[in-house]
């Protein structure tokens, strides 16, 4: 059984692997690993994502990000969990949109994720945008295959991870539950700082690391 690497100690400057994508018409969308200085900010998202939202993400009832989910989020790296934000300049502020976690299995070479939208700014694109860069991130890991699951009457997120080309089952766990994956292979053609940054740093498990331009 492969040990669990800790990626924490290499992830001594969280703001090396931000990326900047583009939504439809152009406008920026800052995607980074969450750091401490976010923990208000992540508090605030969930409480203000409405309660479907929030039952859809955290699996259950909850008015908030319970404090050892927090806890864990903030602690990137660790375990191999990572733990991300999406920000839109909304008057000149940063404003968290979206969020996401994954984490890396060293032994089966997959990533399990799961993220959620703000409700004021689904059907923007920006979940794609995230689907789009979290492929690439679990790529620069090493991991072969990104998948999730999600409720069976989650229809955004559904929506969204088929129209990313994932395909479906069921979810072993929960009759409930719908599980969704995807391939991935070392793909150049999903262009992102943190794959060049994890390439440059040795994070690729099983292959050599790109030639980075």
Not at 28 to 55: C, H, N
Not at 64 to 91: M, N, Y
Not at 182 to 203: F, H, V
Request: with cysteine; charged share 25%.
């Amino acid at each position: 059984m492969l040990a669990q690497p800790d990626y924490s100690a290499l992830l001594t400057n969280l703001g090396r692997y931000t990326d900047i994508v583009r939504l439809k018409g152009g406008r920026p969308l800052t995607v980074r690993f969450i750091e401490q200085k976010d923990a208000d900010a992540l508090m605030a998202y969930f409480r203000g994502l409405s309660r479907q939202s929030r039952y859809n993400r955290l699996m259950g009832a909850a008015s908030e990000l319970p404090p050892s989910e927090l806890d864990r989020t903030l602690h990137v790296g660790e375990g191999s969990r990572f733990a991300v934000i999406a920000e839109l300049k909304v008057d000149g502020v940063d404003m968290i949109v979206g969020e996401a976690r994954y984490s890396y299995s060293a032994e089966t070479q997959n990533t399990e994720f799961g993220l959620s939208i703000g409700d004021a700014w689904q059907g923007q694109g920006i979940g794609s945008a995230m689907v789009s860069n979290l492929e690439c991130r679990a790529s620069a890991l090493g991991s072969l295959r990104l998948f999730g699951e999600t409720f069976r009457n989650n229809e955004q997120m559904i929506g969204l991870a088929r129209k990313a080309g994932y395909t479906f089952g069921g979810a072993a766990s929960d009759w409930r539950q719908v599980h969704f994956e995807k391939q991935l292979y070392r793909a150049t053609d999903i262009p992102c700082e943190s794959w060049k940054q994890a390439a440059m740093t040795g994070w690729l498990q099983n292959e050599a690391p790109l030639a980075v331009r």
